[in-house]
């Protein structure tokens, strides 16, 4: 391993075994030993069936953290719950969670916590995209509150402004290198045509389109995404490599490439430009900042949001309810 890497794998490592709301590493080490290679083994056996699963784990833990913090509160079904709410509609890898703590349970009854599990997937789904690894604080335990009411104040969208975007960023204690580098996770998602369309056909309602979108690529778009046609049909958010975890979703940006509004507003903020330009390899030294560095950085802070340890919450049976 080179100097540079391995220098920056020790801070990573500082960073999570210091601890935030009592989580550490290797929280079940004694507890229940096999926890993360069991979870481990679930995400790759359905990555296996479905690699598109991975974004799909990824967009679940960060939808989990920012409504009522990292504590599964987003796997709780029912009519009034989070996973009801409108933005949380087309979540995916609910399955894979549900399958890992149906292995869990028997072998370790009532000790790993479904928070945990959504945020050891989350590592691993970036893992199995060729993505760095980390090592992911655990010891969070089971939120008995889940309201549709709190996402949308919450979460942030796709239709919203940067400066939006960073007030709900900041609300969790996440500044503006946070912001970009975990919406960089766009690198293996996907998204559907109901969510963009509008910047195609109908943009500021003007009848035209996005200014902001390279030509070509916006032929591209259309061509995807029919004025008239699904609606949920599933598009890549990263053109070049949806699959693999890298930054060419940032080279995207920079190009008018980006397919969520949002996603392109990155490059019309001076502040989230500079960084998107680093991250894109069009300038240097001014952050030194590097992608597979930061991302488990910016993924360790997210996932300490707001988390419940100790004797609060609960440790769900099972984790679709309360116990």
Aim: some cysteine; hydrophobic content about 35%.
């Amino acid at each position: 391993m080179e100097a540079s890497m391995w220098f920056a794998f020790i801070v990573i490592l500082v960073m999570s075994s210091c601890v935030q709301g009592q989580l550490k590493t290797g929280f079940y080490s004694s507890l229940c030993p096999r926890a993360e290679a069991i979870v481990r083994s679930t995400v790759e056996a359905h990555s296996n069936k479905d690699p598109t699963i991975l974004a799909g784990l990824l967009r679940l833990h960060f939808h989990d953290c920012f409504v009522q913090g990292c504590d599964g509160s987003v796997l709780i079904t029912g009519s009034s719950t989070e996973m009801s709410a409108p933005p949380n509609l087309g979540l995916r890898g609910f399955d894979v969670i549900d399958d890992a703590k149906s292995q869990l349970e028997p072998l370790c009854p009532g000790v790993v916590s479904c928070a945990d599990i959504l945020a050891l997937a989350a590592r691993d789904a970036v893992v199995l995209s060729d993505g760095p690894s980390w090592p992911v604080p655990t010891g969070r335990r089971d939120g008995r509150v889940s309201s549709a009411s709190e996402v949308s104040n919450n979460l942030p969208s796709p239709l919203e402004s940067v400066a939006t975007h960073r007030q709900k960023f900041a609300a969790k204690g996440l500044d503006d290198n946070d912001l970009v580098t975990l919406v960089g996770g766009h690198t293996i998602g996907q998204t559907d045509c109901l969510f963009f369309r509008y910047r195609l056909y109908n943009f500021t309602t003007t009848g035209n389109s996005d200014p902001t979108i390279n030509p070509s690529f916006l032929s591209q778009l259309q061509a995807l995404c029919p004025k008239d046609g699904d609606g949920s049909k599933r598009v890549a958010l990263d053109k070049d490599s949806q699959t693999k975890f890298d930054v060419s979703f940032f080279k995207n940006v920079r190009d008018g490439n980006a397919v969520l509004e949002s996603d392109q507003r990155l490059w019309g903020d001076a502040t989230t430009r500079t960084i998107v330009q680093n991250y894109a390899g069009s300038i240097r030294g001014l952050l030194g900042l590097r992608f597979d560095i930061e991302f488990p950085k910016a993924m360790i802070k997210m996932s300490s949001v707001e988390v419940k340890t100790g004797t609060q919450g609960e440790i769900r049976k099972v984790c679709s309810k309360f116990n």
